[in-house]
């Protein structure tokens, strides 16, 4: 027979039963969500709505435009002026980068995940090492290799520095998601008659779609949000990319161009913003280490 | 103490797009009685353990503990064990530490956890596993450790949510007495839930037979086998299938006929439930244990046969006939030779089901009890 | 895992008989063949080139090469901005790194367990971290500006913690903790993203299981799911710490390393020393010290707590 246990000793946290302990639960994370939503949706929202002022609604820290202060004439930054050539650049080179870092970290997950050859492990964690180094070391050197070949102010020489920086990552990702994938279905594809390339192209790339999309992601942060490597490799304006052309423009002494800063800041917010919204899954997948 | 489930009903979602999973459920389970919720999948049983389980609420309805009510308490505080199809063993743990889980939350002393460990690993038969973790057993052996866990707490009722379907057919035969071995020693009430109807005649006491939300029909192995209440009991419980057709009831002076397949057969029903049917369509069934092969086509139903299928000690033969597949039981050196042959039918064997409602008419073990009553 | 290729018609065309080598490792080494192409550009040579020019002094106008071997090690030790950069690394690292730590942990956990509005908050969240770190020090400067900013109000006429003339970032005891605050408003999300991962990926039925036993909100966070997560914040933890040591356009773009030194880290210092002292093969004895900082650093940490054990489910 069972013991007779009192089942009001039972209880939930700091001593409280369960259902008043459930609500509290549900209290603070509605609370937590809230208090999230709000710390970082308020600085983007500061920087909508600042953007939509006349320099001098600025000076008076409001917050909502009043309806004459009202504009959008900051927006015109981007079809004028070498910000809307900075917002090209980075959209070219992001572009650019994303492309290639597909391309090679799948060739490269791929021959990882199912050729035999030894010391992959080793191989992958040396590739995470190159991460220990800080940009700036890998500047000059850099300035002065590129120089030689002559990529530096090239959209290209810069897509190469910044697809390279992305390696580790997406390799590795393209490797962990490519061992999942049944062998199986490339054997069926083989009996089939098809060579190894045609398998790959017709059974993985279509599978990997989830991987392909984090890593495309993990690019686009990469690329998008890059200045020290633009900085470095496109010293001449008209070839720059968004983050160091925006951080001349604000430095170039007084009288910072703030509306039009702003305005173009809320123009590179926008497709992250998308982004996170629509494809919120794909970067949870692909930030699922099995193991290091 | 008993668990009584007075008309527990469980909706999800609302308005047009509300789907009731469980509908009006009655049932209750004494002390140290085994109960099997079985039916197919999707037809509520394992959201009517949930509710039982606490971790659910069921939208209608009672679910009490003895004389508590617990309908609304959350799982914590029932004092159950519910064991689970895909175990949940903490891979973190040791297979010590995972069995005496319950009890470290109840605060019982390391020393004493321990000792009920080392007990239950003794009667499970798994003392050698202790201190592996739960990675590195079989399918088998984890489900012993489950077990265990649940024993080592002593609770006041026991659940299963179809603990053995993720095991081969071996293990599962292994597996079974250690169940009730362990819920003997435990001597709480037990249900059980599985969509395997061998399992459910095997260990119950009693079967509950689940259907789309609702009970179809509730009794010990031997009763939901020789007497379903429903087409769907009859056709659910028992391996191969009850063979089932249409037909038609028959008045005459003599008595009642029930003609199907070409064929007429005499029934008594003790009740006088055949007239309201009479003249009209029902539904014959019969369980092809029941059936006999005979040479002569025209001696009983005309089959062709099709193929044969040996198990060693009987063999199942199926049969095309004009009213569709027929499978029977046959002996274990019978060969069809794919001729053609006549299938009598054993009448006092019949089963009759209402053509709508899917009801029982009369019952078929009256009948067999007049044939067979024991001598007085 | 079969280790034999099945003998089979239509595979590669070219063949390799004649060459003693394993087709399969031939193939393999192909497809890495672009990465380590790009991780020698990349990486390899330049570091290699930045060890070379530590050995060296090379004042950047007039760029001779001056062998002084060990002779810029040794400076740099002197080199009293050093320690004091190096320090501030430190600090900077740890703040930035706990912080993010406990935000970005508390943010998973309730993204994990929300149902109303998940996939919008989800979104705000993971855009933190999307955002380029020049508009989010641009937007930080711009809120903290004496003229413009929201916060600078706040921060000194509601707090009072500092004077209406005094721009938060030009004070020597506030200009670090700013520093930290407006970097982990981004990179909290980085160990969100890592974390929610794994939360997502606990089966419900060992929380049920849990509860069956009596296990309480407490119980069920501690037995179930801090087991299920430690591997991966171990791993997370590292990556920020490398990456805050090394943060380098944050910090620059805020403050330049002011005012006066007080947010100069080593990273900042390199390239003062490098682009405003003229001193490159200083500046490169220093970002070798950082890495060798950073390597010593992450063995330790691996010896000490084997993620790579831990995150294994």
């Known amino acids: 027979m069972s013991t007779d246990t009192d089942y009001d000793d039972i209880r939930g946290v700091f001593g409280i039963d369960f259902r008043t302990a459930d609500k509290l639960y549900q209290g603070l994370l509605l609370a937590s969500a809230a208090f999230f939503f709000v710390l970082i949706m308020f600085p983007i929202y500061w920087m909508l709505q600042s953007s939509l002022k006349t320099r001098e609604a600025r000076r008076a820290v409001t917050w909502l435009p009043s309806a004459e202060s009202l504009t959008f004439e900051h927006y015109d930054v981007l079809f004028s002026s070498d910000v809307g050539l900075y917002l090209f650049n980075s959209a070219v080179v992001t572009l650019g980068t994303i492309v290639c870092v597909v391309a090679v970290s799948l060739v490269a997950g791929y021959g990882l995940a199912r050729l035999n050859f030894g010391h992959k492990e080793n191989f992958a964690r040396f590739l995470l090492f190159g991460y220990m180094f800080s940009p700036i070391v890998l500047g000059l050197p850099l300035y002065l290799i590129w120089q030689e070949i002559g990529l530096l102010n090239t959209r290209v020489g810069l897509i190469i520095a910044l697809t390279a920086i992305s390696m580790p990552f997406s390799v590795w990702l393209m490797w962990k998601y490519i061992q999942t994938i049944p062998e199986a279905m490339e054997e069926s594809a083989w009996v089939a008659g098809a060579s190894r390339w045609q398998a790959f192209r017709d059974v993985i790339i279509p599978q990997t779609q989830p991987a392909i999309i984090a890593a495309a992601l993990f690019a686009f942060a990469l690329a998008w949000n890059d200045f020290t490597f633009a900085q470095i490799l496109l010293p001449r304006n008209e070839a720059t990319t968004f983050a160091p052309g925006i951080f001349r423009l604000i430095n170039q002494g007084y009288g910072a161009p703030w509306g039009d800063a702003l305005a173009a800041s809320m123009l590179t917010t926008v497709p992250p913003l998308l982004f996170a919204y629509f494809l919120q899954s794909y970067l949870l997948k692909g930030f699922q280490i099995r193991s290091l | ?239 191969p299938t009850t063979q089932l057709f249409d037909g038609e009831l028959r008045e005459s002076d003599d008595g009642f006929t029930v003609a199907f397949a070409g064929e007429e057969y005499r029934v008594e029903r003790p009740d006088d439930d055949l007239g309201a049917h009479a003249g009209g369509p029902i539904r014959v069934g019969i369980r092809p244990q029941y059936i006999d092969v005979v040479d002569d086509p025209s001696d009983g139903v005309a089959a062709t046969h099709l193929l044969d299928e040996p198990l060693g000690d009987e063999t199942h033969s199926f049969f095309e006939t004009d009213v569709g597949e027929v499978t029977v039981v046959t002996h274990a050196d019978f060969v069809g030779a794919k001729d053609e042959y006549g299938l009598v039918v054993d009448p006092d064997q019949l089963m009759l089901f209402d053509s709508q409602t899917g009801e029982q008419i009369g019952t078929s073990t009256a009948v067999r009890e007049k044939k067979y009553a024991p001598s007085a | 895992m079969a280790g034999k290729t099945v003998e089979r018609e239509g595979t590669p065309r070219f063949s390799l008989d004649r060459i003693p080598v394993d087709t399969e490792t031939l193939l393999g080494i192909g497809t890495i063949i672009p990465v380590i192409l790009l991780y020698l550009i990349i990486s390899i040579i330049p570091v290699g080139f930045a060890v070379w020019a530590s050995l060296h002094e090379i004042p950047l106008l007039n760029p001779e090469w001056t062998w002084t071997g060990a002779g810029n090690y040794a400076e740099v030790f002197r080199v009293e901005r050093f320690w004091g950069a190096l320090g501030r690394g430190v600090v900077f690292m740890i703040g930035s790194t706990l912080l993010q730590l406990v935000v970005g942990l508390w943010m998973a956990l309730t993204l994990n367990r929300i149902t109303r509005g998940q996939r919008i908050i989800t979104a705000v969240v993971f855009t933190a971290y999307l955002i380029p770190t020049v508009v989010v020090s641009l937007l930080a400067l711009f809120m903290f500006d004496t003229f413009y900013g929201v916060f600078h109000v706040m921060g000194s006429e509601w707090l009072s913690i500092w004077g209406t003339q005094e721009f938060a970032l030009g004070q020597t005891d506030l200009a670090m903790p700013i520093l930290i605050i407006v970097g982990s408003w981004k990179f909290s999300v980085f160990i969100t993203i890592f974390t929610l991962a794994q939360l997502r990926s606990i089966p419900q039925r060992f929380y049920e299981a849990a509860k069956v036993c009596g296990a309480n909100k407490w119980d069920m966070f501690r037995d179930v799911t801090l087991p299920r997560i430690q591997g ?7 990556l920020r710490s490398i990456f805050m040591f090394n943060k380098f356009d944050l910090i620059w773009i805020l403050t330049q390393g002011g005012p006066g030194y007080a947010t100069t880290t080593l990273p900042v210092l390199a390239y003062r020393e490098a682009f405003e002292a003229s001193n490159y093969g200083l500046a490169n004895a220093m970002a070798v010290v950082m890495f060798l900082f950073l390597a010593a650093g992450g063995i330790a940490y691996f010896k000490a707590f084997n993620p790579s054990d831990e995150v294994e489910t």
């Open chain 2, 1 to 239: 103490m008993t668990v009584t489930l007075d008309n527990v009903t469980r909706v999800f979602g609302d308005g047009s797009d509300a789907v009731v999973a469980v509908d009006g459920i009655d049932l209750t389970i004494d002390d140290g009685e085994f109960v099997t919720l079985v039916g197919p999948s999707g037809c509520g049983k394992t959201t009517t353990l949930r509710c039982v389980s606490g971790l659910d609420t069921p939208s209608d309805g009672t679910i009490t503990f003895g004389d508590r009510d617990v309908t609304d308490l959350p799982a914590q505080q029932r004092d159950i064990a519910l064991l689970f199809q895909d175990i949940a063993l903490y891979p973190h743990m040791s297979v010590r530490d995972n069995m005496a889980y319950g009890l470290k939350i109840a605060g019982v002393p390391k020393k004493e956890r321990y000792e009920k460990v080392a007990d239950a690993a003794e009667l499970l038969q798994i003392t050698e596993q202790l201190d592996k973790s739960p990675a590195s057993l079989s399918g088998g052996q984890q489900q012993r450790v489950a077990l265990g866990r649940s024993l080592v707490r002593d609770p006041t009722v026991f659940l299963f949510d179809e603990p053995m379907s993720d095991l081969d057919a071996k293990l599962k035969r292994e597996l079974r007495p250690v169940v009730e071995q362990v819920t003997e020693e435990i001597g709480c009430p037990v249900l059980y839930v599985t969509h395997d109807q061998e399992e459910a005649m095997t260990l119950s006491d009693r079967v509950a037979v689940m259907n789309d939300g609702e009970l179809e029909q509730v009794g010990t192995p031997k009763e939901v086998y020789d007497n379903p209440h429903t087409e769907f009991v009859a056709s659910f419980i028992g391996q």
């Open chain 3, 232 to 238: 991966v914040i171990l791993v997370a933890v590292l």
